[in-house]
């Protein structure tokens, strides 16, 4: 058939929020002009995140009856631990309440370990809260992207790739001060891309070289093998589980927020090889996140996750998913709006300083296009961008986030193909519409992961 489909049919449904136009007016001002203050009751197409929205399966649902919520050792834990060291190979694997929770425990217990107080942790681009976190355990946290990762218009198949020679110099200068190397598969922050194994590998064998370990922030580590699959040369013929095992095979352990490939709407995983550094982590996760056989999860959680990291292997699931952002993308580009290219695995991430050049970055050009699409569709997005990303100059004043991005995120197996024709839709109208799309100033805002709680005005 030359028709594509979603490869499940619907079970159960769950009703869209408000399609009033009124409404979303008012809410969004009521929300301080911040969609993370929206309530979902208010939104018509919720593009917030791929994170923790997933539908389950009928295996899932399945699965959760049979969740065993002893305290310790339960059934539930054994199940998630298998189905996980037979992806990633890892000796030692710890559920968590989220991703957050897998690097809070990592960090403080990294932190904990050093003598050094002017540590180092480089990644290809940190997420948000993985920043945070190191920044919170006193680490300096760097992302050393390679060049093609940072021109949103570019084709290239591994965007997420990090710069290699910048790492080699960085080790050479400071190795001493960096516990460990980061690599986030797939690259959420600089547009959803794929890290090449070629450029895992490379900087596996430097990060052995030294004896520095290896971490995968392995959120989406699905979608990266998939990419691997259809795009490095090799891989065609091997399954995504085959690749994905490869990707683990490269690093030391992994921090997972199984929000997203583990296809579960709470979770997250903490492992890695080194039997020292996890009894670190365990007497730091009794202390703050719970025992390590539950670490935050009900039992019927683990039974879910167990299931979803099996089944986010799927290889029609997975063509169904890239080529969904890929749908989602080519019409956006049909009503010239630009994009970053190629469109990533989870989400389309719109240019929107180059789609609203008269809006400079400090009026958060991307952040202004969330609010306006919201108002006149209903469709919550999210600002990648300077609210996210700004830094501080040496004077206290801000300097911008390298790119200013609207992030279309997509939840798996929630939405049909029509709900993207209508975002579609929507985003070609503020296209042809553009210039009465005006900057926003910030009215108040918190210290740190500002744009979670800001309020904010148009100017
Ligand atoms: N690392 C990456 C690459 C992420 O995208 C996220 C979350 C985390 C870590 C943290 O995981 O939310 O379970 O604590 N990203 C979500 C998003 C929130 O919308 O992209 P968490």
């Not at 006193?138 to 997420?160: E, T």
């Not at 719970?290 to 039974?303: K, Q, V």
Request: charged share 25%; proline share 5%.
């Amino acid at each position: 058939a030359t028709v594509q489909f979603e490869p499940f049919r619907v079970k159960t449904v769950d009703a869209l929020g408000s399609a009033s136009a009124e409404r979303w007016n008012e809410a969004i001002q009521e929300a301080g002009y911040n969609p993370f203050n929206l309530r979902a009751e208010d939104i018509l197409i919720d593009l917030l995140t791929d994170s923790g929205t997933s539908a389950l399966s009928a295996e899932q649902w399945a699965a959760m009856m049979r969740g065993d919520e002893s305290y310790a050792g339960s059934r539930s834990f054994y199940r998630f631990e298998k189905s996980f060291r037979d992806i990633s190979g890892f000796e030692h694997i710890f559920p968590t309440h989220q991703g957050r929770a897998s690097e809070h425990i990592f960090f403080t217990a990294l932190a904990r370990r050093s003598e050094l107080t002017d540590l180092v942790i480089p990644n290809n681009t940190h997420f948000d809260t993985t920043r945070a976190n190191i920044e919170l355990s006193g680490i300096k946290a760097v992302d050393l992207l390679a060049a093609p990762g940072l021109d949103p218009a570019l084709d290239h198949p591994f965007k997420g790739d990090m710069d290699v020679a910048r790492l080699s110099k960085l080790l050479e200068e400071e190795g001493d001060k960096v516990p460990l190397v980061m690599l986030t598969v797939t690259n959420n922050a600089g547009g959803g891309q794929p890290v090449s194994m070629a450029n895992i590998r490379a900087v596996s064998e430097i990060c052995q070289q030294r004896g520095i370990p290896l971490i995968l922030d392995a959120c989406r580590f699905a979608e990266n093998a998939m990419f691997i699959k259809r795009r490095e040369r090799g891989y065609a013929d091997r399954t995504p589980k085959e690749i994905a095992r490869e990707m683990f095979s490269l690093a030391d352990g992994c921090t997972i927020s199984a929000k997203k490939d583990g296809m579960v709407n709470i979770g997250g995983i903490l492992a890695m090889r080194d039997a020292r550094l996890a009894e670190d982590c365990r007497n730091q996760m009794i202390a703050s996140e719970g025992f390590p056989t539950y670490g935050g999860l009900a039992g019927y959680d683990m039974e879910a996750l167990a299931v979803g990291l099996q089944e986010v292997l799927n290889e029609d699931y997975l063509n169904y998913r890239l080529d969904q952002a890929a749908y989602l993308g080519s019409k956006l580009e049909q009503a010239g709006i630009p994009i970053v290219r190629p469109t990533g695995g989870h989400a389309v991430f719109v240019d929107a300083g180059a789609m609203l050049p008269h809006i400079p970055p400090l009026q958060f050009p991307a952040w202004a296009l969330s609010v306006h699409l919201y108002e006149i569709a209903g469709i919550r997005s999210c600002e990648i961008g300077s609210m996210i990303f700004a830094k501080k100059d040496a004077h206290g004043g801000e300097l911008p986030a390298p790119y200013e991005l609207l992030r279309l995120a997509l939840p798996r197996r929630a939405y049909s193909r029509s709900h993207l024709d209508y975002v579609a839709e929507a985003m070609a109208y503020v296209m042809q519409n553009r210039r009465q799309v005006r900057g926003m100033a910030i009215v108040s805002q918190s210290p740190v992961l500002r744009h979670f709680t800001a309020k904010l005005a148009w100017i």
